[in-house]
């Protein structure tokens, strides 16, 4: 009796770390904005902390940041990356997001307000998993396109 419990317990690690990896694997866990590497635009919130965890079956997203008056960001998704959109709280540019995994280490990010598309991008982790690089193309208030690169650090 011990060793089929035993078993089973093993088994369900197994599955439960799968499954963990599976929904988010290399995205997941806290992320530190790195100034230095990053190509911010001027003018806009700066993210300077990002969380990817789980959040039942689905992941839950928490970005940090300050915005361009130096007041604190904050905003939260939480969704799965399938590609559709799940609405965003605390986010005055945005309502909803939505994420695909394109490979094990990319997803393709798609920021809308009131339904209509207002930004694009990638978010990238490195193969050795330290380091996640976001590229975004957002129209600013004017209708200009900017872009950002912020380069991230595993914490």
Not at 26 to 38: D, F, H, I, R, V
């Amino acid at each position: 009796m011990k060793a089929k419990t035993s078993l089973l317990i093993v088994v369900v690690c197994f599955v439960s770390a799968a499954v963990c990896f599976a929904q988010g694997g290399p995205q997941m866990g806290t992320w530190k904005l790195n100034e230095a590497k990053s190509k911010l635009a001027p003018g806009i919130t700066k993210n300077t902390s990002v969380v990817y965890e789980a959040a039942g079956d689905s992941i839950k997203v928490t970005v940090d940041g300050t915005n361009p008056d130096g007041t604190p960001a904050h905003n939260e998704w939480t969704g799965k990356f399938d590609g559709k959109d799940y609405p965003v709280t605390g986010d005055p540019n945005s309502d909803s997001r939505s994420y695909k995994e394109t490979n094990a280490n990319t997803l393709d990010l798609t920021i809308k307000k009131e339904g209509k598309v207002t930004g694009t991008g990638q978010i990238v982790v490195s193969p050795d998993g330290k380091m996640r690089t976001v590229t975004t193309t957002t129209t600013d208030a004017q209708g200009k396109k900017v872009k950002n690169v912020s380069v991230y650090d595993k914490q």
